[in-house]
């Protein structure tokens, strides 16, 4: 439904009507499976990114440390934007193949009798038909917009949780003081 465009169509789309028409449509199809298809590919996307964003944060805020910048706003926003833009480099390649996938429709069937692609098996199958035919530039076909989305997102949610860990300390460390 989020994706579906009447004047703009894009691999296989659905005309759902509601998250629960979609369900009604996807399970007498495929089976109640046919609501897990893809998942593979987005838990590819899901690990990729997170794997990289808290180490990368805390690697730019050690580093610009080092160059002497003090603990503030100004080096959480460049932490945490290094660290934005290192997830969109890990995790675009994974987004790739993740939209894709989604977008290949199921129109064969397999030896085990469940709907196939016709062009890719699976998301390392779809990284590598994309790399032999458009080389790594084709991993990368999205970024500035997954940027676009991805930067602000990192960037909220690690300073965010930068000031609420703070302010958590903060009220830990006056709480125990008012014990002694």
Known sequence: ???????????????YKSVFHAFRVIIKADGIKG?????????????????????????AKVELSELGLKDGI????????????????????ADTALTRMYNQAPNSIGPDGKPRG???????????KTW???GVRGWYKGTTAHLARIAPHTVVTLVANEFI????IEMKVASAAKLD
């Open 118 to 128: 016709l062009l890719y098996k699976n998301p390392i199958d779809c990284l590598y």
């Open 74 to 93: 100004a080096k959480y926003l460049l932490s945490s934007f290094f660290s934005g833009l290192c997830v969109c480099a890990v995790m675009q390649p």
């Open 132 to 134: 032999q035919v458009e």
């Open 1 to 15: 439904m989020q994706a579906y465009s009447a004047h703009n169509p894009v691999g296989a789309q659905h005309n």
């Open 165 to 168: 860990t703070r302010h958590w």
């Open 35 to 59: 609501l897990a298809r893809g998942v593979d590919a987005a838990m590819l996307r899901t690990a990729m990114g997170s794997t990289v964003q808290l180490p990368a944060y805390n690697l």
